[in-house]
């Protein structure tokens, strides 16, 4: 490579990567050899964890776009930078999700319907809403994403109970959740965004939340015989829902956000991230091959 060369080479490198938000490719295969029921050989929770997947995609479209309407107002370079890092993690995300629910919807469980069940609730919200409204609703799924996502990247136990090559995903878009998770917030409150609307719009946010994904969630479990299977369905909820159970835990951090002066930093996950930065993607990091090129090659 010539000195011309490298330096082109050098400038190439993302924006986002500038200010610790890089856009990395990824390149998971799932199709054939992921488990059906791959979280904890567990139907209930593998596929809870499948209806959020299902979401992404599109989900992450509207919040890529809700951030992007407003790019051109914001002229701090540094969060100009971190919004370009923002929309290149979503763009990976939607892609390795699209690929996983596809091998998902080819084995039967059928996350694509979800995905295009989907769509036109997101065309109605985006007609019925403004478009800052738009961005509190981000926002909001935002700080659904960091938090659960920092939870993964905490606890041990969590994240060992899922087949490696789907938590690898789970871990790689979790750690890229709180990489960006001030983005979106920023670039609310540079543009006008308000407490009343933020905070309104959470509640609104995570009633319609919770509604669709128990609905798609319990679509699932039927397609597949389970929804009946009571008792095992019980315990599975308490794993998430019970009183130790892994989204109970998060509600103190849920509440935060209702705080006036709420910033997504005040929860501090600095340390975290560099660790699964570390783990991930240093020297004999998890995913180290995964991270490909713009041309498709490995970059190690
Ligand atoms: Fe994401
Ligand atoms: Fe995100």
């Not at 939607?94 to 694509?112: F, L, P, S, V, Y």
């Not at 989907?118 to 509190?136: C, D, H």
């Not at 609310?188 to 965004?193: A, D, L, P, R, S």
């Not at 309104?200 to 039927?222: D, E, Q, S």
Request: charged share 25%; hydrophobic share 40%; glycine share 8%.
């Amino acid at each position: 490579m010539t000195a011309a060369t490298a330096a082109a080479a050098t400038h190439r490198k993302p924006l986002g990567a500038s200010v610790n938000i890089p856009p990395r490719r990824m390149d998971f295969e799932f199709d054939g050899k992921t488990p059906r029921y791959w979280y904890d050989n567990d139907a209930f929770l593998s596929l809870y964890w499948t209806t959020l997947s299902a979401l992404f995609p599109e989900g992450e479209r509207f919040f890529v776009d809700s951030v992007r309407h407003f790019r051109d107002q914001i002229t701090d370079p540094v969060l100009k930078a971190q919004i370009a890092g923002f929309i290149g993690q979503e763009a990976m995300h939607t892609k390795e999700h699209e690929t996983i629910n596809a091998a998902m919807t080819k084995m039967g469980i059928d996350a694509n319907r979800i995905d295009r069940q989907l769509k036109p609730i997101l065309g109605f919200v985006r007609k019925v809403t403004t478009k800052r409204m738009q961005l509190a609703v981000t926002c909001a799924l935002e700080h659904f994403t960091a938090t659960i996502a920092e939870q993964l990247l905490r606890d041990p136990d969590h994240a060992a109970k899922g087949e490696p090559e789907v938590m690898g995903l789970w871990l790689w878009h979790a750690l890229e959740e709180n990489e960006h998770k001030t983005v979106a917030y920023d670039v609310y409150q540079q543009v006008g965004g308000n407490y009343a609307e933020r905070a309104g719009l959470m509640v609104a946010a995570t009633v319609i939340f919770l509604g669709l994904t128990t609905y798609w969630h319990g679509t699932l479990l039927a397609q597949e015989g389970k929804l009946f299977d009571v008792r095992r369905n019980l315990k599975s909820a308490a794993y998430l829902w019970g009183r130790n159970g892994l989204f109970t835990r998060l509600a103190p951090q849920y509440l935060d956000y209702y705080k006036p002066g709420f910033h997504p930093n005040d929860h501090d996950t600095r340390v975290l991230l560099e660790e699964w930065r570390e783990k991930l993607f240093g020297a004999d990091g998890l995913l180290r091959d995964q991270v490909k090129k713009p041309n498709g090659k490995p970059f190690h």
